[in-house]
Each structure stands twice: as C-alpha cells, then as structure tokens.
C-alpha cells in the first residue's frame, strides 16, 4: 500500500503563486508515476501534470507554461509548482501515484482562485 498526503492548498489572488505538495510513505518503490489531478465542481477530474521515475514530464495544455511537476526522491514527496493562477485553476487537486496494478490517491487539498 502507498499513502499519499498533500498540503499547500488555499486561497490566492489571481496571477498569484501556490506550491502543492504530496508526501508519499508505504510501499513506493511499487510506482512508476506520480500525477497530478484536479477536480472542479460540477466537472470531471481532469489530468494535469504528471512525473516518472526518469523525471520526464507532461502537462495538460490549460497549465503549460504555468504549473511544473518536480519530485524530490530523497523525501518522497512529489510538487506541483502553480504560477499566474487564473480563477479557472479553482479545484480540489488530488495527488495519485500509479504502479502497475494499482493507482493510489490522496484526499485532495482545495485551491481557490480569486479575483
């Protein structure tokens, strides 16, 4: 089992800055990749960036050039770097890591994007 807990949700202005974070603890040399989703009222989760063990990365088109994934191994804890937020960034963002067989998630961390 892998547990995953985020942090650094919260309410900032439009064009702010937030940094995500997901701490990883269990069995997490089971994963392969580490992902970031978010999930706004009313709409479907939705992909937004995502890392793998190499580091290579992608992104959804609505956050390239704003958002960047990084990981730091040697705390098992995986960022997600938000730049020039606008208000439609407003959702629970859900840190998953995926292993073969099995895909895990946190318990989300709201961010709310005001005007």
């Known amino acids: 089992q892998v547990q995953l807990v985020e942090s650094g949700g919260g309410l900032v202005q439009a064009g702010g800055s937030l940094r995500l974070s997901c701490a990883a603890s269990?069995?997490?040399?089971?994963?392969?990749?580490m992902e970031w989703y978010r999930q706004a009222p009313g709409k479907q989760r939705e992909l937004v960036a995502t890392?793998?063990?190499?580091?290579?990365?992608n992104y959804a088109d609505s956050v390239k050039g704003r958002f960047t994934i990084s990981r730091d191994n040697a705390k098992n804890t995986v960022y997600l770097q938000m730049n020039n937020l606008k208000l439609e960034d407003t959702a629970v963002y859900y840190c998953?890591?995926?292993?073969?067989?099995?895909?895990?998630w946190g318990q989300g961390t709201q961010v709310t994007v005001s005007s």
């Open positions: 890392i793998s063990t190499g580091g290579s990365t």
């Open positions: 998953s890591g995926s292993s073969f067989i099995n895909k895990y």
């Open positions: 269990g069995s997490i040399s089971s994963i392969n990749s």
